[in-house]
């Protein structure tokens, strides 16, 4: 436990130990920046230690200020000393250890202060070739070329904090709901959305060799980088009723847009005897309310800056989505609506195509910018698994299921799965995959229960939550087409 200590030296005078760095050290708790601006000062100054990296530095005749932020809170730390304090090492960007005493500032701008007795530059800084300057206004596209050193930016700093609070928030949601978390398989056999936009896994030993041609590969059969954990949580929720995973996923899309990338994390949930689409609806609705509320409550901050600089209006249209109800059209009226429209879409909106951004973007505007969700899709526009509604010719749909939200288009993708095994039999057939399959039809033979679940991308909803318009500046290393940095 933390004993305050009351000391009897100035702030800005001798500090009693000023020679003997090892007793100094030993008396000196280790702070991080956050906690530092948070402790409460009033019943005496703390003799502390920080450490991090220099954000600013202001030499004045008679002190010197600084600013040191460690990544633990969006707010650095002001650090006062005496001007011999000062050396030409510390700089911005440089990393520091500072000791001394944690006062109240008498300036109204933080609450708190150290007064430094020691600084001690653990790592010089050539300001003159790193990338970011002081108090410059780096734009995204710029920062975006230093995945090594953007996490030292405000808003990247933010980023990750959100992003990290994001995926506690999801998996309390989830546990405080009663659902397991799975680790499902990374390296898979199976292309559960069957679009072909594989990335196939094989040793470099092997790669262009005439062994790879020989035989079936490292694994004996082609394997895969998962695009989703779909069918392996739907081997889980044979045996548990509720049942999520959370973790990365590979998709071989040409596509350098704002909301694709090849390697992006995704939340998947199933629920196990469940007969209707609006049960599973429900719960995505919960995940994204209750977890955006969260994050309001507990990074206040973080999201603030987002809100200031990087979208405004963001944190308005945030509120809107959390206090309305989400609506619910089908995929026939969202045609409906499409054609009606006087905009000149690019892409064709016939009854049986699938929707487009374009698209998606307009019905979300239609239904007055809150979240829509679209249900039963044509038959042919959905994987294998989705659920027969048994309703056509002509208009022959499935209890699919995409959440649309403003400014992104798809954020969630969900369905009903084909518990019945003739059902999924004469589907597979169809398509040739009944052998693939066979472990999949075994589940519809011991035991089936109708159920259902999504899919959340995890960077759409950060986009969503934040209003950052490109998906490569929330994620810490984004992987596209020609761009595998680091
Ligand atoms: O709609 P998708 O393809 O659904 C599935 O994969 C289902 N098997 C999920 C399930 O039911 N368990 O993908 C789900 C979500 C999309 O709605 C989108 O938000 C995101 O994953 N997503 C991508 N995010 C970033 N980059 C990409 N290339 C993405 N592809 C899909
Ligand atoms: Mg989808």
Redesign the pocket.
């Known amino acids: 436990m933390y004993a305050p200590r009351k000391l009897a030296f100035s702030v800005l005078g001798r500090c009693p130990w000023r020679h003997c760095h090892r007793r100094r050290s030993a008396a000196a708790h280790k702070f991080s920046v956050r906690e530092a601006l948070v402790a409460n000062v009033e019943e005496g100054a703390k003799n502390i230690k920080i450490q991090g990296w220099v954000r600013s530095v202001r030499s004045q005749k008679e002190v010197l200020f600084m600013h040191v932020n460690d990544g633990s809170s969006l707010e650095s730390l002001q650090i006062v000393a005496e001007p011999s304090l000062k050396s030409s090492a510390i700089g911005f960007g440089s990393s520091v250890e500072v000791c001394g005493v944690l006062v109240k500032s008498l300036s109204k701008k933080q609450n708190v202060e150290l007064k430094a007795t020691e600084i001690r530059v653990i790592g010089e800084c050539d300001s003159k070739d790193f990338p970011f300057k002081i108090k410059e206004h780096h734009p995204p596209e710029y920062v975006r070329q230093f995945p090594h050193l953007r996490c030292r930016t405000n808003i990247f700093g933010s980023l990750l904090r959100v992003r990290s609070e994001a995926t506690s928030a999801i998996h309390q949601f989830f546990k405080s709901n009663g659902y397991v978390h799975i680790h499902t398989p990374i390296i898979t056999s199976n292309d559960?959305?069957g679009a072909g936009e594989l990335f196939q896994v094989e040793t470099s030993k092997r790669v262009g060799t005439q062994e790879e041609e020989d035989d079936d590969g490292f694994f004996g059969v082609p394997a895969f980088l998962t695009?989703?954990?779909?069918l392996h949580?739907e081997i889980m929720s044979g045996g548990f009723q509720k049942a999520f995973t959370f973790g990365p996923?590979f998709?071989a899309?040409n596509?350098q847009g704002r909301?694709?990338?090849?390697e992006?994390y995704?939340v998947?949930a199933?629920v196990s005897f469940t007969e209707s689409l609006e049960d599973i609806m429900q719960v995505m609705e919960n995940l994204f309310k209750e977890t955006a509320t969260a994050l309001l409550s507990k990074c206040p901050e973080d999201l603030n800056l987002f809100f200031k600089y990087v979208s405004p209006g963001q944190q308005g249209r945030l509120e809107r989505i959390i206090k309305n109800p989400f609506i619910v059209i089908s995929y026939t009226e969202a045609l409906e609506i499409l054609k009606k429209s006087a905009t000149s879409f690019q892409y064709k909106t016939e009854w049986g195509c699938d929707l487009q951004t374009e698209h998606e973007k307009y019905l979300v505007r239609h239904c007055g910018d809150v979240p829509v969700f679209v249900i039963n899709y044509p038959y042919d526009l959905k994987?294998f698994y989705a659920r027969d509604n048994e309703d056509g010719p002509p208009q022959h749909t499935v209890a699919a299921v995409?959440l649309l939200v403003p400014g992104i288009g798809?954020?969630?993708?969900?369905?009903l799965r084909e518990e019945r095994l003739h059902v999924l039999r004469s589907r597979l057939d169809m398509l040739g995959l009944a052998d693939t399959y066979q472990w999949y039809l075994d589940l519809r033979r011991f035991g089936t229960v109708p159920h259902g679940?999504?899919?959340?991308?995890f960077?759409?909803y950060l986009q969503c939550i934040l209003g950052v318009d490109n998906?490569k500046d929330v994620i810490p290393f984004p992987r596209f087409p020609y761009s595998c940095l680091l």
């Open positions: 559960c959305e695009v989703s954990g779909q949580l996923t998709r899309e596509s909301r694709h990338l090849a992006f995704m998947e199933e994987p995409d798809e954020l969630f993708g969900g369905s679940g999504f899919g959340m991308g960077e759409r998906i």
